[in-house]
């Protein structure tokens, strides 16, 4: 995924951003800690309950350069799902207000109908609120994997393995691989499976495509089956299962 085109911030951005930073600043837990953060359009939309205030994931982030093909009535749909998780939390609104925000009852509370208003969305607290040091926003590997170049379901997995696992590993031309272990920790299996792979890379080959590369035709009830994921899977003597594994230490008998 490419990064942000320039851009001149908006108002409703501006004001996002200075939010989003003053509620993350009051969180102890903060997944992606520590800052400095960058405010993500990332669909987070922060609550405010008796132990004070966290930021939950909608169901669908809207990046800033992919607002000019948001079909309005789907992002409406993002809205009220919005509005309902804020009124489950009915220190949200005043809280924002407390901190000199005062959009958030408007925007939960206006039908996204235009161009306009879906910008207008995109640019708001319920949408572009989430704090990501730089790396985790836009890096790329060997520095950093970033969520705009890279599938969440893999990024994710880097902030709640095991430090002495190593998910992201180099093949031999220095290229990143993605790895994971085939069994739980302690087993003794050393083995690993690729999840993903620069296409230069040649493990890039060993990754899984739904019936062998083919589209099936698939009724509404059926999809393509996976082949034999066999070939993703990667020896304890294979040199990117080294890597994987190499920080640990083995378990006490």
Known sequence: ?????????????????????????????????????????????????????????????????????????????????????????????????????????????????????????????????????AGTHSGVLPTAAGYHHYPKPIVDIDYFRFDDFNLFVEDGNGLSVAVVPVAPRGSGDGRVRVLAAHPDSPYAKRLVTPSGGHRPEMTGETEGPAVKADGAVLPAGDALAQQAFRLQQPMPA
């Open 1 to 133: 995924m490419a990064d942000h085109p320039q851009r001149t911030d908006s108002p409703r951005y501006k004001a996002s951003r200075t939010l989003m930073h003053k509620l993350v600043d009051t969180t102890g837990d903060w997944t992606f800690s520590p800052g400095p953060y960058q405010d993500h359009h990332g669909g987070g939309v922060w609550v405010k309950d008796h132990n004070g205030w966290m930021c939950l994931f909608l169901p669908l982030g809207i990046e800033w350069s992919a607002q000019f093909c948001a079909d309005p009535a789907k992002v409406d749909q993002v809205r009220q799902f919005a509005a309902r998780v804020v009124a489950a939390f009915p220190d949200t609104l005043p809280g924002y207000a407390s901190f000199d925000y005062h959009d958030g009852e408007e925007l939960l509370n206006t039908p996204i109908q235009s161009a306009e208003q879906v910008a207008n969305w995109t640019d708001s607290i319920f949408n572009a609120s989430v704090p990501l040091p």
